[in-house]
């Protein structure tokens, strides 16, 4: 069993956890959820979008066929609601749990004009307002906005533009929420976490990253957050450690606790290929979701899947 991280922050890697019916593949996961009853949800790229596993990763269903050409990002509502971010199809869908649709925002198929700053163009994610409902849509790949909307889907309004300043962005990649509603914006090719007030105020930067592409923030004791990092290691670069790709475990205030992985992209255990989605469980074991077919894969000669989730069971 390989292990990663120390002390408080030590998991053992659970190769092969996810159990598929005969003749399924991911494809790649680009998002990974976990319901009150840690169920997992992963958000995937293949024939079967949304795979659903028990906690000892035993599969349960799946829902979402046809509906989703490009997965990109999950996010578990309070109400027993999960919201997914589809940047191929420039949407975000509220959803039951079994994938029956609330409410969708945006046009399926119709994005917004390239950094119109309207919604939407490639949106990446959904954050919750942990007090009032009101969600926030992080977009994207083709606008450079953070949109934010009313409990029942209603734009309230948006801010963010092009650029390497305060409040502007590189790649809105993901965005999540504390307890106390700070708002937290992966600005993943600017290499930092921006953090905003609830009316997209700037507060602070988090830099030094590894190109940040998940978040997650555990809300309960100390508050903390878990990062994606896709990594920035290339050409003569790519075989070296420190520059991703990796999980990183930082404060709420932004400080580094631990770096898992943070050594050349490979498939052997306790390394990382593309960290793209990221979550944690009731027992704090951490699931990450890899745009490996994306990155690495599809590039291959011939091309082939390679390992896109990985468990990571929390023993320290």
């Known amino acids: ?38 169920n997992v949800y992963v958000f995937s790229r293949g024939e079967h979008p949304m795979i659903v596993f028990d906690k000892d990763g035993n599969f ?49 198929g ?8 309207n919604p939407f163009n490639r949106c990446t994610h959904v954050a919750l307002d942990p007090q ?64 905003f007030d609830k009316n997209g105020k700037f507060e ?3 830099k030094d990253m590894a190109r940040p592409c998940g ?14 990092e896709l990594g920035v290691a290339i050409g003569p670069n790519d075989q070296a450690s420190g520059l991703g790709p990796r999980v990183g475990i930082m404060d709420i205030k932004g400080n580094y606790l631990a770096k898992l992985g943070d050594i050349a992209e490979s498939e052997a255990p306790g390394s990382f290929i593309a960290p793209h989605g990221i979550c944690i469980n009731s027992k704090g074991d951490i699931f990450v979701g890899e745009v490996s077919w994306t990155h ?9 899947e390679v390992r896109s989730l990985q468990k990571l069971t929390k023993k320290g």
């Open 60 to 108: 349960l269903r799946s829902w979402g066929e046809g509906v989703y050409p490009r997965a990109h990002g999950i996010t578990m509502g309070p109400d027993d609601s999960i919201y997914l971010t589809d940047d191929g199809d420039h949407t975000v869908r509220k959803c039951n749990m079994d994938g029956s649709v609330i409410f969708t925002l945006g046009i399926s």
């Open 204 to 206: 602070t930067q988090w």
């Open 132 to 195: 009032t409902a009101e969600f926030y849509v992080s977009d994207g790949y083709g606008n450079a906005r953070v949109h934010k909307y009313s409990p029942d889907g209603k734009l309230l309004f948006s801010w963010g533009e092009s650029g390497t300043g305060e409040g502007q962005f590189n790649i809105a990649h993901n965005v999540c929420t504390d307890k106390d509603g700070w708002v937290y914006v992966a600005d993943r090719e600017n290499q930092r976490v921006q953090v």
């Open 215 to 228: 978040l997650f923030i555990d809300t309960s004791g100390d508050q903390r957050v878990y990062v994606a």
């Open 110 to 117: 119709k994005p917004a004009p390239f950094m119109s700053g």
């Open 1 to 38: 069993m390989v292990t990663l991280g120390s002390g408080s922050f030590t998991y053992e890697v659970e190769e092969g956890w996810g159990k598929l019916p005969d003749g399924w593949s991911f494809k790649e996961c680009a998002a990974v959820g976990v319901d009150a009853q840690d």
């Open 296 to 304: 690495t894969g599809s590039k291959l000669s011939p091309p082939r």
